[in-house]
């Protein structure tokens, strides 16, 4: 099955830096979602990019599908953006597969 | 809306015990899924569904039961718990052909003794 990677697993910075947090997948993908898990578990979509970038607001996502990877941007880090960052994709047989995550800290 | 509700958020079984994991949804989305969450492995895939009548198993099906025979429910039946079956389990949902990505229920904490 597809396989999807994720980097660094772990991020460690201070409020106010810049991040980027990628993924890597093996196949050719439908559909690349990312999303963020609070510390208290919730999980919140943040892009659905199969291709492209978008931006709201202090995060932004590109999608280079023709390279099988996704690049996720947070600029400003706020104490608020700490915990796990996911990427999922979906492929051909409808599969949703995530990768292992970021856990991303921002120090005060 | 309320989106996907799970139910019930808390849950401890014995070894061996039998249970069923609810979740529903009221936006009339087709796909839906399960997943476990154990420490550093991520999200697993245990089954899916693209629409009410139709399943598939993800990637970790084994131990675990599912079917959709309605466009808002999508059960998940754990037939003889095992320790190894203790985890978070999620269920999401999404409309296919649409641009709005997953949503997921608030998790169900599963122990199993």
């Known amino acids: 099955g597809i396989q999807v990677e994720q980097s660094p697993p772990d991020l460690i910075l201070q409020e106010g830096a810049n991040s980027t947090l990628r993924c890597n997948f093996s196949?050719?993908?439908?559909?690349l979602q990312w999303f963020h898990q609070n510390p208290w578990g919730q999980l919140i979509n943040l892009f659905y990019?199969?291709?492209g970038t978008k931006q709201n607001g202090r995060l932004s996502a590109t999608t280079v599908a023709t390279e099988r990877y996704s690049l996720l941007y947070i600029s400003s880090s706020q104490t608020t953006d700490s915990g796990v960052y996911f990427c999922?994709?979906?492929?051909?047989?409808?599969?949703?597969?995530f990768g292992k995550g970021t856990r991303l800290h921002i120090l005060p | 809306n309320a989106g996907v509700t799970q139910t019930p958020k808390f849950q401890v079984l014995k070894t061996g015990q039998s249970m069923t994991l609810q979740c529903a949804q009221d936006m009339n989305h087709e796909y839906m899924s399960w997943y476990r969450q154990d420490p550093g492995m991520g999200l697993r895939l245990i089954h899916y569904?693209?629409?009410?009548?139709?399943?598939d198993q993800g990637e970790v099906p084994n131990g675990y039961n599912v079917s959709r025979s309605t466009t808002e429910d999508f059960p998940l039946r754990l037939l003889s718990a095992a320790p190894s079956q203790t985890s978070v389990y999620f269920c999401?949902?999404?409309?296919?052909?649409?641009?709005?990505?997953?949503?997921f229920g608030s998790g169900t904490r599963l122990t199993v003794v």
């Open positions: 999922a994709v979906q492929n051909r047989d409808d599969k949703i597969i």
């Open positions: 990019i199969p291709s």
């Open positions: 999401a949902s999404n409309k296919t052909g649409t641009n709005y990505g997953y949503t």
């Open positions: 569904s693209v629409g009410a009548g139709i399943t």
């Open positions: 196949d050719s993908v439908n559909n």
